[in-house]
C-alpha cells in the first residue's frame, strides 16, 4: 500500500462545476496534510493546508479531514479553465519530520 | 524575497559525467529539502537540511549522489557518475519550520536529462 494514495484522473469537470479530488493515507500518525498545484512544466505550490478534523475554507477552495477514516479531500468551487493543473496531496508523517506526497490527480476544467 | 532560486534550469549530460544543481533557499527558512520528480515515481524526498545539518538522506539513491549545505544560503546536489535513469526533474524547496501550517515553498526545479 502506498503511503498517500490519489487517482490518477484525469479528473473532467466544466467550468462552474464543483471539483473534488480525494486522498487517503496510511500513516494513522500523521500530523498536517497540504494541498499543492502545479501547472505542466512548473513547480509545485502550497494552495492549502489543514491539521484539524473538519473542514477548513480559502476562498473557492475547502479542505476536508477526517482522520478516523484517513481521508483527506480538496473541494474547488465554481472550477475554472485556470484551475486546471494537477494537484498533489502531501501528508507529514508521525513524528513531523517527513513530508510524503501522492502521485497527483490531474484536472481538466472545460471551458 | 526572490523565493527559492535553482540553477541550471536545464542540463543536458552524458552517461558517466558529473552533474552538479544548486539551489538558494529563502533567507531566513531553517529547512531545505531535495526531491526528485519522475512521471513514474511522482515526488521522492532524497534528503533534508535542518539549520545547514543533514536529517534525513535515506532517499538518496544511491552513493553516486550526494548532497551539501556549507551555508544556510546554499546547496548543492551533486551525482557522479550520471546515469540515464537519474534524468528527472530535480525540486529544492525550504521551510520556515516543519509540521502545522509550514509548507514547502519550491524552487523552479531543474530538469536533468543523461544521454
Known amino acids: 500500500q502506498k503511503e498517500v494514495e490519489q487517482n490518477s484522473g484525469p479528473l473532467s469537470v466544466p467550468e462552474g462545476a464543483i471539483a473534488s479530488l480525494n486522498c487517503t493515507y496510511s500513516?494513522?500518525?500523521?500530523?498536517?496534510f497540504f494541498w499543492y498545484r502545479q501547472y505542466s512544466g512548473k513547480s509545485p505550490e502550497l494552495i492549502m493546508f489543514?491539521?484539524?478534523?473538519g473542514d477548513k475554507e480559502d476562498g473557492r477552495f475547502t479542505a476536508q479531514l477526517n482522520k478516523a477514516s484517513q481521508y483527506v479531500s480538496l473541494l474547488i468551487r465554481d472550477s475554472q479553465p485556470s484551475d486546471s493543473a494537477t494537484y498533489l496531496c502531501?501528508?507529514?508523517?508521525?513524528?513531523?519530520?517527513?513530508?510524503?506526497f501522492g502521485a497527483g490527480t490531474r484536472l481538466f476544467v472545460k471551458a | 524575497d526572490a523565493g527559492v532560486i535553482q540553477s541550471p534550469r536545464h542540463e543536458v549530460t552524458e552517461m558517466g559525467q558529473e552533474v552538479t544543481l544548486r539551489c538558494k533557499p529563502i533567507?531566513?527558512?531553517?529547512?531545505l529539502f531535495w526531491y526528485r520528480q519522475t512521471m513514474m515515481r511522482g515526488l521522492e524526498l532524497l534528503i533534508y537540511?535542518?539549520?545547514?545539518?543533514?536529517?534525513?538522506d535515506s532517499g538518496m539513491p544511491e552513493d553516486r549522489f550526494s548532497a551539501k549545505m556549507p551555508n544556510a544560503s546554499f546547496s548543492t546536489l551533486k551525482i557522479q557518475p550520471s546515469e540515464p535513469r537519474d534524468s528527472a526533474v530535480y525540486f529544492c524547496?525550504?521551510?520556515?519550520?516543519?509540521?502545522?501550517?509550514?509548507?514547502?515553498?519550491f524552487g523552479s526545479g531543474t530538469r536533468l536529462t543523461v544521454v
Open positions: 502531501a501528508v507529514l508523517n508521525t513524528g513531523g519530520f517527513k513530508t510524503i
Open positions: 537540511f535542518n539549520n545547514n545539518v543533514p536529517i534525513d
Open positions: 524547496a525550504s521551510s520556515l519550520r516543519l509540521g502545522g501550517n509550514y509548507g514547502y515553498t
Open positions: 533567507s531566513g527558512h531553517d529547512y
Open positions: 489543514i491539521y484539524s478534523n
Open positions: 500513516d494513522r500518525g500523521s500530523q498536517s
